[in-house]
């Protein structure tokens, strides 16, 4: 269970590496991609982020994350300079594909051709 002191830092980076992204993120993965911060986990010793983040507009999702990765001391050190006054010691950050909406549309989209196919057995 993640401690007070942890969720606070973790909803501190999410919000600036929201920030981060809005600003930076065009010139990383380019203006077609909608790419959101969902949420941002911390090891109990607060030295590593885990950074989930949410893709819209490409089917390559992977690709995002890999172009983040490359980007990693740009994005970093522009993280330190937003939240360097809050905290002694930005964390590690480490890059994950949060692909819960994805499921969330795929169920959706089973449950209603289950549902029609209920209708036209019911006719």
Same mark, same amino acid.
């Given at each position: /269970?993640?401690?007070?002191?942890? #969720?606070?830092?973790?909803?501190?980076?999410?919000?600036?590496?929201?920030?981060?992204?809005?600003? +930076?993120?065009?010139?990383?993965?380019?203006?077609?991609? &909608?790419?959101?911060?969902?949420? !941002?986990? /911390?090891?109990?010793?607060?030295?590593?982020?885990?950074?989930?983040?949410?893709?819209?507009?490409?089917?390559?999702?992977?690709? !995002?994350?890999? +172009? &983040?990765?490359?980007?990693?001391?740009?994005?970093?050190?522009?993280?330190?300079? #937003?939240?360097?006054?809050? /905290?002694?010691?930005?964390?590690?950050? +480490?890059?994950?594909?949060?692909?819960?909406?994805?499921?969330?549309?795929? !169920?959706?989209?089973?449950?209603?051709?289950?549902?029609?196919?209920?209708?036209?057995?019911?006719?």
């Amino acid at each position: /269970m993640e401690s007070i002191r942890q #969720k606070q830092i973790g909803e501190l980076l999410r919000r600036y590496f929201g920030m981060l992204l809005t600003e +930076e993120g065009s010139n990383i993965y380019g203006r077609d991609k &909608l790419v959101t911060v969902t949420e !941002v986990k /911390m090891t109990p010793d607060l030295l590593i982020a885990k950074i989930y983040i949410s893709v819209y507009g490409t089917e390559n999702k992977q690709e !995002v994350i890999l +172009e &983040l990765e490359d980007n990693y001391p740009r994005l970093r050190q522009a993280l330190a300079s #937003k939240a360097g006054k809050h /905290m002694r010691r930005v964390p590690e950050l +480490e890059f994950f594909l949060d692909d819960t909406i994805d499921e969330m549309y795929r !169920v959706d989209a089973l449950l209603n051709r289950v549902s029609e196919d209920d209708q036209n057995i019911g006719k």
